[in-house]
């Protein structure tokens, strides 16, 4: 009995925070629409209001502040780590100026343990379930498999269809398409404090994007080319990317190979051996390196890079890596300068 009652006590608080919520949201107050919807999803779990939830933080982007953040950009960036390259720090120490002097000063930051072993099993776990409903989704596409699975809609008749082909093909779920997970990712996210220092960096409280928020498991087949994200983001953007592993990576499975440096520039792509119009060529990668060595860092599970889309990077893969990765990667923005071909997602 007491199950039963507990039971039907969570209906009514789930009900109610659905119900104030839609008035909440329809007096244009999507933001404390969500706050009513996290409280209530953290007491019981349910897949209306998850999916509820993917859908206000989409429409609640117009509700965040219009200013125009920052005066300039980049930021003043100090050196808190001369003659470092590879810029290592552990979780405690991040901070807005750790984040501005490793990504403007040395290209990218490190954060060792920035999600404790607990979490990193949960997302490792939200990872599985979303990708095996993803698989299940495209077998049949009348299978039930929310809320793992559960393929976002703008709800203005526009598909994203070829987009989502392309990710999923690549090891990849948009973390949107997973209302359940994208729940375990926020609430990690805010129990880790990430919303300070990223804030604090880009000056207002960012926004995620539909089409760069990504749960991966990557085989240790996938491609691997050289790229800056902003070849294809677009100028004038103010963004950083959090990529988290949840998993060992780096020898025997799929990590980073990178470029350990600020660089200033976009790079010409689709030149030079560069098999993608997008992609960096060889030669081109070595001259920008300038000296700088070529690294394939080790990453251990809740370890995190965070980087902008002038980092120099690629998909690290050899024939000697036997396992696949986990990982998510998340890029932030800064509203103000949000890029005009990406759908937002409020943090």
């Known amino acids: 009995m007491f199950t039963s009652l507990r039971r039907n006590r969570t209906d009514r608080v789930t009900s109610k925070a659905?119900?104030?919520a839609e008035t909440l949201a329809h007096d244009g107050r999507r933001l404390e629409a969500i706050d009513v919807l996290n409280?209530?999803?953290?007491?019981?779990?349910?897949?209306?209001?998850e999916e509820q939830l993917v859908r206000l933080r989409y429409e609640?982007?117009?509700?965040?502040?219009?200013?125009?953040?920052?005066?300039s950009w980049p930021p003043e960036a100090p050196d808190l780590f001369p003659d470092t390259g590879f810029v290592e720090i552990p979780a405690r120490d991040l901070t807005a100026d750790a984040l501005r002097s490793g990504i403007l000063r040395h290209g990218c930051l490190a954060v060792r343990?920035?999600?404790?072993?607990?979490?990193?099993?949960?997302?490792?776990?939200?990872?599985?379930?979303?990708?095996?409903?993803?698989?299940?989704?495209?077998?049949e596409r009348t299978a039930e498999t929310g809320p793992w699975f559960a393929p976002f809609d703008m709800g203005n008749g526009a598909t994203l269809r070829q987009e989502r082909r392309w990710v999923t093909g690549g090891g990849g779920v948009w973390t949107v398409d997973s209302p359940?997970?994208?729940?375990?990712?926020?609430?990690?996210?805010?129990?880790?404090?990430?919303?300070?220092?990223?804030?604090g960096y880009l000056g207002e409280r960012p926004a995620l994007?539909?089409?760069?928020?990504?749960?991966?498991?990557?085989?240790?087949?996938?491609?691997?080319?050289?790229?800056?994200?902003?070849?294809?983001?677009?100028?004038?953007?103010?963004?950083?990317?959090?990529?988290?592993?949840?998993?060992?990576?780096?020898?025997?499975?799929?990590?980073l190979d990178i470029v350990p440096k600020r660089l200033d520039s976009i790079l010409p792509t689709g030149t030079e051996g560069a098999i993608?119009?997008?992609?960096?060529g060889e030669a081109v990668v070595h001259r920008a390196a300038g000296g700088a060595p070529v690294l394939r860092p080790i990453f251990e599970p809740g370890d995190a890079l965070f980087f902008d889309e002038r980092f120099l990077h690629r998909t690290a893969v050899s024939e000697a890596m036997t396992r696949e990765r986990y990982a998510i990667e998340s890029w932030f923005f800064a509203p103000s300068h949000y890029p005009g071909d990406q759908l937002p997602v409020v943090f």
């Open 39 to 49: 409280a209530a999803n953290r007491v019981s779990r349910n897949a209306d209001v």
């Open 113 to 139: 343990g920035l999600v404790p072993p607990a979490r990193v099993a949960l997302l490792t776990g939200a990872v599985d379930s979303a990708m095996n409903a993803c698989a299940e989704w495209e077998k």
């Open 180 to 199: 359940r997970a994208m729940f375990d990712v926020l609430e990690t996210f805010t129990d880790i404090g990430l919303a300070a220092p990223l804030t």
């Open 276 to 280: 993608f119009d997008w992609s960096v």
């Open 209 to 255: 994007s539909v089409k760069k928020w990504t749960l991966r498991r990557v085989p240790v087949t996938s491609g691997t080319n050289w790229h800056q994200d902003g070849a294809f983001l677009g100028q004038g953007i103010r963004t950083v990317n959090c990529w988290l592993a949840l998993s060992h990576c780096g020898d025997d499975a799929p990590g």
């Open 60 to 71: 609640a982007f117009d509700e965040l502040s219009a200013a125009k953040g920052l005066e």
């Open 18 to 20: 659905l119900s104030e």
